[in-house]
């Protein structure tokens, strides 16, 4: 396994993140020499029409951001539960059809894996939304970032689509190949801008 530092975005609304984050989670829960960064991004202030109010001023209209600041607060502050509460997070939304901006939801989700829900809640509400404001715009300023899931190396970033999974328990080997691919491009072929099969196969 390659020793590798890189960053990568998530907004749990998004398959394509989950997917990524899972084989990120299985290689990390492997033991795969990566130092990995987890970086909020709010794909609903990313469709912010011109002149319209931000995630940050309505967040109540927003369906992603409760479960985004969750995710932040858990990974500053519960960092052993990350893992499990972030898998746990994406499959509330798409294994389970979940909505992740009701409190109850979070709430049960949270517990599911040990976490004191109410205390997470209770740090969303007291600044979590200014977390998560800060990554998001630090990373649309530094990277041009405006989508997840975003893999971020030094100064390169680039946006990916990984069409399979790796839930809890799937073998290692596939996800740590997968990462350390992206991250191979990423950081040693940056000239490679874009790659995209014309069909998916069924």
Same mark, same amino acid.
């Given at each position: ?7 990568? $975005? ?12 899972? *084989?990120? %989670? $299985?290689?990390?829960?492997?033991? =795969?020499?990566?130092? +990995? ?8 202030? /990313? *469709? ?18 409760? =479960? ?8 500053? &502050? ?5 893992? =499990? ?5 994406? =499959? ?7 909505? %992740? &901006?009701?409190?109850? +939801? ?6 599911? #894996?040990? %976490? ?5 809640? /209770? ?5 979590? %939304?200014?977390? #998560? ?9 530094? *990277?041009? +970032? ?32 997968? +990462? &350390? ?9 940056? &000239? ?11």
């Amino acid at each position: 396994m390659t020793s590798a530092t890189f960053a990568i $975005t998530w907004d749990y609304r998004c398959p394509f993140a989950r997917n990524a984050h899972e *084989h990120v %989670l $299985t290689g990390l829960a492997a033991g =795969a020499d990566w130092n +990995v960064g987890f970086i909020p991004f709010s794909l609903g202030q /990313a *469709h912010v029409e011109e002149g319209q109010p931000s995630v940050w001023e309505k967040p109540e209209q927003d369906s992603g951001i409760l =479960a985004l600041q969750a995710g932040v607060v858990i990974r500053d &502050e519960y960092p052993e539960l990350f893992p =499990a509460a972030h898998r746990a997070l994406f =499959a509330a939304r798409h294994d389970e059809g979940r909505h %992740l &901006e009701d409190r109850t +939801v979070i709430r049960e989700t949270l517990t599911a #894996v040990g %976490l004191p829900a109410d205390e997470v809640l /209770a740090r969303v509400d007291d600044g979590g %939304l200014a977390r #998560v404001q800060a990554e998001h715009e630090r990373y649309v300023a530094s *990277h041009t +970032v405006w989508g997840v899931p975003t893999f971020i190396a030094d100064d390169q970033s680039v946006f990916v689509r990984l069409m399979n999974r790796a839930p809890f328990g799937a073998e290692a080997a596939p996800s740590v190949r997968a +990462v &350390e691919r992206v991250v191979d491009l990423l950081t040693g072929w940056p &000239e490679l801008n874009e790659f995209k099969h014309t069909s998916i196969p069924r």
